[in-house]
T-cell receptor, first 114, second 112 residues
């Protein structure tokens, strides 16, 4: 069974600074997909970024980028130029294929401080 | 382009009652997955519907059942509600065997 571990329950960062959220996972599969979702206080789960395991290049979406280390089974999220609107719970998630369930970590609560 | 919608947004029930939650997928999507998110936890997979059939099921009792309609919308039914069923219920949609799921705003259920 796949598991996802987020070892940082809470983090804080000053506005305009950079922060990195950690995620490790465990799987015996070779092809899979990894995601970071953001859940602000409104509770809507918003897709931030996705990474295909077969791609060596790290995914980037504007201020969000990942450091994907397949051998180490590590998938961290870097947020650059942090903004107050980035304050939210961040969940790392794993999926093997489209007809299998998303497996989530327990989340990291990020607070961006003015 | 409409995203995933869910209704109702909030619901209060008492123990033993039954509840039905509804979800309409994002335009062009045909697969609906349901998740339960307890306070302070990550979402837990309940089940997934594709072509009006339950394709996958998580570790939830038979009190949790669902349905998918020909227009791809879906319902989640929970019978004999327990206090522990209080949670945020999230619906997510995707296309076919696509692995990227998009979530709705959720239904917050409180069981008293």
């Amino acid at each position: 069974a796949q598991t996802v571990t987020q070892s940082q329950p809470e983090m804080s960062v000053q506005e305009a600074e950079t922060v990195t959220l950690s995620c490790t996972y465990d799987t015996s599969e070779n092809n899979y997909y990894l995601f970071w979702y953001k859940q602000p206080p409104s509770r809507q789960m918003i897709l931030v970024i996705r990474q295909e395991a077969y791609k060596q290049q790290n995914a980037t979406e504007n201020r969000f980028s990942v450091n994907f280390q397949k051998a180490a089974k590590s998938f961290s999220l870097k947020i650059s130029d942090s903004q107050l609107g980035d304050t939210a719970m961040y969940f790392c998630a794993f999926i093997y294929s489209g007809n299998t369930p998303l497996v989530f970590g327990k989340g990291t609560r990020l607070s961006v401080i003015a | 382009d409409a995203g995933v919608t869910q209704s109702p947004t909030h619901l209060i029930k008492t123990r033993g009652q039954q509840v039905t939650l509804r979800c309409s997928p994002k335009s062009g999507h045909d697969t609906v997955s349901w998740y339960q998110q307890a306070l302070g936890q990550g979402p837990q997979f309940i089940f997934q519907y594709y072509e009006e059939e339950e394709r996958q099921r998580g570790n939830f009792p038979d009190r949790f059942s669902g349905h998918q309609f020909p227009n791809y919308s879906s319902e989640l039914n929970v019978n004999a509600l327990l206090l522990g069923d209080s949670a945020l219920y999230l619906c997510a949609s995707s296309f076919g065997a696509g692995e990227t799921q998009y979530f709705g705003p959720g239904t917050r259920l409180l069981v008293l």
